[in-house]
């Protein structure tokens, strides 16, 4: 019905960059927040940063000044450019969206599959 790809993981040296990118596809009406969440081994899983419809942010302290996050509307993605990376961004990053689908008519949260990001000390 909906899906969530993420692409853009990998391993990095630390102070490098990355920019992960999701792509939401299927019965769409309509796409409300959008956002990146996190989750290291044996840690649950956090919120990194989120931007509504009108493109208001929200950022995780721990990477606020170093990770900014858009989206094209027009194109149903999100990206996360991450920016100064350091080890402790070690993690599995997750898309995440609540979607208005065409069949349902009401609003439900959807997760992409998740992409390794590595960085090395």
């Known amino acids: 019905q909906v899906q969530l790809v993420e692409s853009g993981g990998g391993l990095v040296q630390a102070g490098g960059s990355l920019r992960l990118s999701c792509a939401a596809s299927?019965?769409?009406?309509?796409?409300?927040?959008m956002g990146w969440y996190r989750q290291a081994p044996g840690k649950q899983r956090e919120l990194v940063a989120t931007?509504?419809?009108?493109?208001?942010?929200n950022y995780a302290d721990s990477v606020k000044g170093r990770f900014s996050i858009d989206r094209d509307n027009a194109k149903n993605t999100v990206h996360l450019q991450m920016n100064s990376l350091k080890p402790e961004d070690t993690a599995v990053y997750y898309c995440?969206?609540?979607?208005?689908?065409?069949?349902?008519?009401?609003?439900?949260?959807?997760w992409g599959q998740g992409t390794q990001v590595t960085v090395s000390s």
């Open positions: 995440n969206a609540d979607i208005t689908t065409v069949i349902r008519l009401r609003k439900d949260d959807y």
């Open positions: 299927g019965s769409i009406l309509r796409i409300n927040a």
């Open positions: 931007i509504t419809v009108g493109s208001t942010t």
